[in-house]
Antibody, heavy 116, light 106 residues
């Protein structure tokens, strides 16, 4: 069965960076894109961008351009999201979601807390 | 970016009720509208895509409709497990966006 398993919760200080992993199983990893979405407390879901798991091509939301990097390791069937220069407003649950025409499987979420 | 206005932000209902949630897009998104259900502490779960196509395994009481800018999610007979938050999402543009969510409470 398809599963996306994310890395555990992180606590970071302002200015630090965080890298979240998303381990995929149960399907051909390179046949799909992987989207990254975050949900800050009390806020709506927010798309951060996506990575083509086959080519490694990326598309970032303008809001995060320059601060976020998506990578993938095809041998490990894992996608990664790194966010730098963290600030308190980056406190959120971060999700990966498998997507082409539909976003049918999501990771369980990774809580990133940014606090001094 | 395409803005999505979802209403109501919350509603109270009883088991067996018919419930309708609305999403309005700031421009036409054709039929590129999906609906998700989210329970506390869990990831969103895809219910409907392409406005009205039920995701595999989702009960038929979930009904999606609309086109262009106005879309609805109807739960024909609310069940205890349906109490959750519902989100709509447009994937028409290269920058997908979500509605603000509707919390369905007892």
């Amino acid at each position: 069965q398809v599963q996306l398993v994310q890395s555990g919760a992180e606590v970071k200080k302002p200015g630090a960076s965080v890298k979240v992993s998303c381990k995929a199983s149960g399907y051909t990893f390179t046949n799909y894109a992987m989207h990254w979405v975050r949900q800050a407390p009390g806020q709506r879901l927010e798309w951060m961008g996506w990575i083509n798991a086959y080519t490694g091509d990326t598309k970032y939301s303008q809001k995060f351009q320059g601060r976020v990097t998506f990578t993938r390791d095809t041998s490990a069937t894992t996608a990664y999201m790194e966010l730098i220069s963290l600030r308190s407003e980056d406190t959120a649950v971060y999700y990966c979601a498998r997507g082409m025409a539909t976003w049918d499987y999501w990771g369980q979420g990774t809580l990133v807390t940014v606090s001094s | 970016d395409i803005q999505i206005t979802q209403s109501p932000s919350s509603l109270s209902a009883s088991v067996g009720d018919r419930v309708t949630i609305t999403c309005r897009a700031s421009q036409s998104i054709s039929s590129y509208l999906s609906w998700y259900q989210q329970k506390p502490g869990k990831a969103p779960k895809l219910l409907i895509h392409a406005t009205s196509r039920l995701q595999s395994g989702v009960p038929s009481r979930f009904i999606g409709g609309g086109s262009g800018t106005d879309f609805t999610l109807t739960i024909s007979s609310l069940q205890p497990e349906d109490f959750a938050t519902y989100h709509c999402q447009q994937t028409y543009s290269a920058h997908p966006t979500f509605g603000g969510g509707t919390r369905v409470e007892i």
